[in-house]
């Protein structure tokens, strides 16, 4: 059964065209998280949620935004995809910010034209 | 800042053989996990350590907290283990920091 799901598995926009990509859980977790992960390197986080409490890091650009209308849902926002933010974007959850493993789901993979 | 780096970077086995994945870390850490993810996959967590040894089927982590190095061994190989392997550390609250990925191809 799926835990974390990842809507649309693959996604193609446009140049400057807003997309939006969601992620459910179905594990009531606390914090929901937003990797953007480019072919060949490590995950790079963007933002989280702790509940309603959102974290954006330091280096995310201004044209990613979040929304988390309620424990089971977040949404990943990007206001003009730009060719360098063709990337596979990858949600996580976990019960709490400090040792608990954290669950993944299977990804969306951006392509933009 | 603390690096994760994880050797070797590519590794081709033949199955049936044991498979060692190293990591090491610069500073002191609350958790260690370790992830696979198959091609254009999204990742799964095979292990969270913070101390001593952890088995799960054919996969051993282990860790080393005083030398900050952990092992991902894989016994039996198997050309179903072919996938990326990635560990990622965990310092109190702050994000996972993720090392390069450990590249693992099982030839039949």
């Known amino acids: 059964d799926a835990m974390v799901i990842q809507n649309p598995r693959y996604q193609v926009t446009q140049f400057g065209k807003p997309v939006t990509l969601s992620c459910s859980q179905t594990?009531?977790?606390?914090?929901m998280y937003w990797y953007q992960q480019k072919s060949s390197q490590a995950p790079k986080l963007l933002f989280h949620?702790?509940?309603?409490?959102?974290?954006n890091e330091a280096d995310t650009p201004d044209n990613f935004q979040s929304r988390r209308p309620n424990t089971s849902f977040c949404f990943l926002d990007i206001r003009s995809p730009g060719l360098g933010d063709a990337a596979m974007y990858l949600c996580a959850t976990s019960r709490d910010l400090t040792t608990d493993t954290q669950y993944f789901g299977p990804g969306t993979r951006l392509t933009v034209l | 800042k603390n690096e994760v780096e994880q050797s070797p970077q590519n590794l081709t086995a033949q199955e049936g053989e044991f498979i060692t994945i190293n990591c090491s870390y610069s500073v002191g850490i609350s958790a260690l996990h370790w992830l696979q993810q198959h091609p254009g996959g999204g990742i799964v967590s095979l292990f969270m350590?913070?101390?001593g040894k952890k088995k799960h089927g054919r996969l051993i982590a282990t860790i080393n907290i005083q030398e900050k190095h952990s092992s991902l061994h894989i016994t039996a190989s198997h050309p179903r283990d072919s996938a990326v392997y990635i560990c990622a550390v965990k310092v109190g609250n702050t994000p996972l920091v993720f090392g390069k990925g450990t590249r693992l191809s099982v030839i039949a």
């Open positions: 350590l913070s101390s």
């Open positions: 594990l009531n977790h606390n914090v």
């Open positions: 949620y702790y509940d309603k409490d959102f974290n």
